[in-house]
């Protein structure tokens, strides 16, 4: 009943142009759009597009904590799920966790895997609390080893990661580096978006 009435009181607007309905609409971000395709040092990377203009627009939202960006997401990244694929998500740092009072990619992965028949499973978690965000690509790819794996969640078992954005592929690359220690197989990654340049 409160959750309806904030809704009319307060409709849900698309992250990039505002427009009323929903968290991203389909004129900012097409649900059919063709996907871009890129390759990190270990994994073939598959996203939405590139990290400018409306999907750069909704990532900060989701970052924000906006949960109707993340279904917004979930909903067009669900096309590139397989059916019964395992998504792990790269996780959000307890942190930032703490500061935005959400983990928005676990909260993408979800929505993408109950649209596409797949499950989530959250394997993977930090081993510091530095955060990529704000450094250079240099000190991206300098950090290594900053994820830890639950083996007995994926040992044996092909996984897929997500992530929201892929800037230099560095994080993607040690997550799945830490997945594989654990005895996972790990070839293919999403992101709503990746960065200008690549990988």
Do not use: W
């Not at 989530?120 to 290594?144: N, P, W, Y």
């Not at 592929?169 to 690549?198: I, P, S, W, Y």
């Amino acid at each position: 009943m409160m959750h309806g009435l904030f809704e009319l009181l307060f409709p849900a607007q698309c992250a990039a142009c505002g427009a009323q309905g929903g968290g991203l609409c389909a004129r900012c971000v097409p649900l059919d759009a063709p996907p871009l395709h890129r390759a990190t040092e270990t994994l073939r990377v598959h996203a939405l597009g590139s990290y400018e203009g409306a999907l750069r627009a909704a990532i900060l939202a989701l970052k924000d904590g906006r949960r109707d960006v993340a279904e917004a997401l979930g909903e067009r990244l669900a096309r590139l799920v397989p059916a019964g694929a395992l998504l792990v998500p790269v996780p959000t740092s307890a942190a930032r966790r703490r500061v935005r009072g959400v983990d928005g990619v676990r909260l993408v992965a979800t929505q993408a895997a109950q649209r596409a028949g797949a499950r989530v499973v959250a394997a993977l978690e930090h081993r510091a609390s530095d955060a990529q965000r704000g450094r250079s690509g240099e000190q991206r790819r300098a950090a290594r080893g900053r994820f830890r794996c639950d083996a007995t969640m994926v040992g044996g078992l092909d996984v897929m990661l997500l992530d929201d954005v892929c800037t230099t592929g560095t994080t993607l690359d040690d997550c799945a580096a830490a997945l594989r220690a654990g005895g996972a197989r790990v070839t293919q990654a999403l992101a709503a978006a990746v960065a200008n340049g690549g990988a």
